[in-house]
């Protein structure tokens, strides 16, 4: 997956990917109408809108972006309802010739990781292979250590699969426990360590390894360090755009021929109409594509 | 929650949780039988074969046991039938007057752990409130911070619920990071701390807040130091059982009450009349009532 992801972003000259994290207020009136009439105010509803939204922002950013990225949780806040858009969006992302990276960032000891792994290569029932959820990648929580991590290389390994395990996190709070310096290091770095060990065992062809890192744009210096530090790991960056960080920023992030990082905006770009007063809530997808363009152009400068 | 739990432990001399995590392996041939039939080599037959294993096994143990734990995982393995199984099985549990803890282990970004705290706090449409999952607690990671704490504060606070954050888990390679010494104290120390600090923010009435711990039963010297540094935070104890820690090893995670924990074992109980030939696979749930009772003994013992 990060192969055909770097392959991807070379041939779109763009390293964006956009989250699809829709929320209910991001609803344009129309769409939210439209879906309460038919659905009632029901969790139904708000999943069909989802999914309407989600279809027409990828139709508009398909040409331009090698990928996107849900936040499972935006979804699962809906119940089953919220989960079927999830899966449902994935489906026409891929169907349109987009990767997939689910934000799930799950993590457990492993009888229970082997069961999450289901995300990545589908279960078996009585001989029949079902591919439930069928995301390209998903996010990875390592506090719990290679446990929660070792069940999802064979499906890297067997359907050319990816995860993003978390080593520097965006947020501010992040630092609580990412930050405490043990042994001379912050704790980052040492989960950066055992993320560049597990990649070993699941290398991909192009230099990379399909075990790659989620590292917050917003702490450049601690991104620089990173990139030195593991040059065999692919890096999902979030926290550009509404999170304060641009490509100014996320410079040291790439690789020295420019490769080596997909960038992640989600309220950015989704949202976008609600910032540009020059498009009303009808024209939110080509809001959503001149942000796109708008951050290739900002991303085309440092990568 | 923290509150009702301690109640019903007292009342029922058990601070035994039964972990209800079914695999497919797990299920008697009656039932897999019947529902193959019903429902077809599916994933909606695995979901019923769930919610009927679940069903039998929480008549059997309701008048012994105060909570329930669900592995989340077990059931979003099988996609939406699977956490459909999922939140029927919650359903039942607490119409049967159980108390249930969501085993989720999610965390993230602010923004994003608003949308998961719907798991507690249900969500609003259009002036419709809606308790989707509905879960009495669910268990939380602490490797992004308080952001990701933060926003199911107001669930445990306005709905009595509580969250369980991982502080020192039981899998063998919790270690890697839980474990790495920062400023003289082991990682998971530094988070234990945290925990405790949030946890003032969320009081209960009997000396202990809603904010919990998950503290695994496999290592005793540290669940015993918790217990000394964590004196206002209950602890849920996994690892009991299949995982190797018995009575013995746990003594000192109780307060000197007698109080303070709940200590879940899920195959060990479950999946008991697959060790136990003296049950038939048609009596799994009796043999899971044995179970129950043999680790109660064995808890009496101690707490």
Same mark, same amino acid.
């Given at each position: ?45 708000? @999943? ?53 990276? @689910? ?197 085309? @400068?440092?990568?």
């Amino acid at each position: 997956m990060i192969d055909q992801l770097m392959k991807r972003i070379e041939n779109l000259a763009n390293p964006t990917v956009v989250g699809l994290d829709p929320t209910y207020e991001m609803m344009p009136q129309t769409i939210r109408d439209e879906m309460l009439e038919r659905y009632g105010k029901t969790t139904e509803a708000v @999943g069909r809108m989802f999914l309407r939204f989600n279809q027409e922002l990828i139709d508009h950013v398909l040409d331009l972006v090698p990928a996107v990225k849900l936040q499972i949780a935006m979804y699962e806040k809906y119940g089953i309802e919220g989960l079927k858009s999830y899966i449902q969006t994935i489906a026409y992302a891929k169907e349109k010739g987009l990767l997939v990276i @689910g934000d799930i960032k799950r993590g457990d000891i492993a009888s229970t990781a082997a069961a999450y792994a289901a995300h990545l290569g589908g279960v078996e029932i009585e001989g029949l292979q079902f591919d439930l959820w069928n995301e390209d990648a998903v996010t990875l929580n390592p506090y719990m250590g290679f446990d929660g991590i070792e069940p999802f290389l064979l499906p890297c390994n067997q359907y050319d699969k990816g995860i993003f395990i978390l080593v520097k996190t965006s947020n501010p709070s992040g630092k609580e426990i990412q930050d405490l310096i043990a042994d001379g290091r912050p704790v980052y770095e040492h989960t950066a360590k055992l993320v560049s060990k597990w990649g070993e065992l699941a290398m991909g062809t192009n230099g990379y390894s399909r075990v790659a890192a989620v590292v917050g744009a917003t702490y450049q210096e601690q991104g620089l360090e990173l990139r030195k530090k593991m040059p065999h790991t692919f890096f999902l960056i979030p926290g550009y755009g509404a999170q304060g960080a641009s490509g100014e920023d996320i410079k040291g992030y790439f690789d020295r021929d420019g490769r080596g990082c997909v960038v992640n905006s989600s309220r950015g770009i989704i949202a976008a109409y609600q910032k540009d007063s020059k498009f009303g809530a009808h024209r939110f997808a080509e809001a959503a594509r001149e942000a796109v363009l708008v951050m290739k152009r900002d991303l085309e @400068g440092i990568s």
